[in-house]
């Protein structure tokens, strides 16, 4: 039967679902008895804490189990994964006036990150059919101040990894991997974050793995390590006196509560991960059968996609001319809780006047795909939606047919 206009939810027909999709975070008394144990440790953190293993210190035990997940030799836990990227930066010896290379389709904080520390972000444009950054305009944007590259394994899809290191050690460059949606993601069959020289992740209350707030770096040099953590530590050096500063540092410590959330939400990681994968199978299968919708491609190199969001196109000509926003406004009214997502860094004003500050009056590099995929074609869902049961993705592609479709 066609789909006239009449059945649209948003003109007041039946909604395709009207089930709610699963909540975040999901916890029960293991994350409570952990956050006691704390409690009544009276070790809440602290200096203390992060300087000796006195006692089992949750932040010593969380550290060394997320890098481990990720195939990395330390972690160096932080207050959020926006200053993770800042301490990162400045531990691979980046100064003000430098430039690292990022890709424009990313939270804000992988630009403004690099701009509180006066490194200045230069965009690569995306790939079209992954939203990851190009390789090939990685290496169009290095310049004589290029000092790093910045991957951002957006929605927990990887970069392609193996080409960004071929061109950081061809030109010399630190690699700093933006793994922020990425707990659990592998390339090749290695987890990222310290595939190149430092990775950091972010433990906000919306990441895949959750403590409210919170971040990590990790690493394989111990060097590195060692630098990181005395930033994050007022400048203290590991072994060294109470005070005594011997880097430039400030206090970014977490807390010993958030590492036993994380302890705790560790657990039931993997558990998610698989049924994120499961439900992004499927939802790809039936999305990519609907005209005017293309689904997201994958790199026969990334061998675990960590699912923070799943994002697929719409291509405005087949969709019945109708544009994103309003696409969006239909899918909601039908049960569907899809988003906008970013708007395409290059131009943000926020930023476009930092370069500018910091810079004199140099141009931002055009991003022509980025701009394009979020402006017009890019749709959003959160990683909670593919929590949910099969049912969820029929409900989803048969909402995304039927708003496309409507009086065609
Ligand atoms: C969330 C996020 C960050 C920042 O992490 P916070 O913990 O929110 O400071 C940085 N980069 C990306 C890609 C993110 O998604």
Redesign the pocket.
Known sequence: MDITMENLAINGGTPVRTQPFPIWPVFDALEENMLLEVIRSGKWGGAGTALTSEYPSKLLQMEESIAKLQDAAYGVSV???????TVALQAAGLRPGDEVIIPPY?????AT?ALAYGVIPVFADIEEDTFLIDPDKVELAITSRTKAIMP???GGAPANMERIMTIARAHNLKVIE????AIGAKWDGQGVGAIGDIG?F???S??NLNAG???LLVTNDKELRDLAWSICNVGRVPGGAWYQHTNLGQNYRMTELQAALLLAQLTRLEDQMQRREANARLLDELLQDIDGVRVTARHPKMTRHAH?LYIFRIAPDRAGRRDKAEIIRMLNAEGIPVTAGYVSLNRNHAIIKAVRDWRGSEMINECPISERLSEQEALWLGQNVLLSDEQAMYDIAAAVRKVLHAGQ
Request: no cysteine; charged share 10%; aromatic share 6%.
């Open positions: 207050v959020n994964g926006t200053v993770a990227i990313t939270f804000i904080a992988t990150a951002v394994h957006i933006d793994s922020a949606q950091t972010s433990f906000q919306s990441k707030e919170g971040g923070h």
